[in-house]
């Protein structure tokens, strides 16, 4: 396999992570929808090819500098993706309130009256 093969595929994870990051502080969603799905394929490719390489093939010092340095980028970005996703979600209660919990809810299968809630049996008794 050669070398360049997957030092290409490096490139391309590096560029996607840049594009994912850019985007994410736009806050388009649906091109963070397209650029993270890029991403996502892209580096499982990545892991493929470096699977499939042989221990001849092994990286070089600053190749394995740059897949450390994407790695350490990977959980900055997810934690952004899931702030983002936190203001989506409460954005969308805000717009679309859910329906209100009764307060009488049934716990069986056909409903149920109200429970006495046990605080007035000292005064009762």
């Known amino acids: ?7 290409e595929q490096l490139d391309l994870v590096e560029q996607q992570l840049h594009e994912v990051s850019a985007v994410l502080l736009s806050r388009d969603a649906q091109a ?5 799905d890029s991403l996502q394929r892209s580096a499982v490719v990545l892991l ?3 699977d499939r390489m042989r221990a001849a093939d092994k990286p070089s010092v600053q190749s394995l500098a740059r897949l450390k340095s994407v790695s350490r980028r990977l959980p900055a970005l997810r934690e952004g993706l ?3 996703a936190a203001v989506v979600e409460r954005a969308l209660q805000v717009v679309i309130p859910s329906a ?3 307060t009488y809810a ?3 299968p056909y409903g149920s009256g109200p429970r006495q809630s046990g605080a007035l049996r000292g005064m009762l008794a």
């Open 32 to 36: 963070l929808q397209a650029s993270v």
């Open 48 to 50: 493929q090819l470096l």
């Open 1 to 7: 396999m050669s070398k360049t093969l997957w030092v």
């Open 100 to 102: 209100p919990k009764p």
């Open 106 to 108: 049934g716990t069986g």
């Open 82 to 84: 899931l702030r983002q």
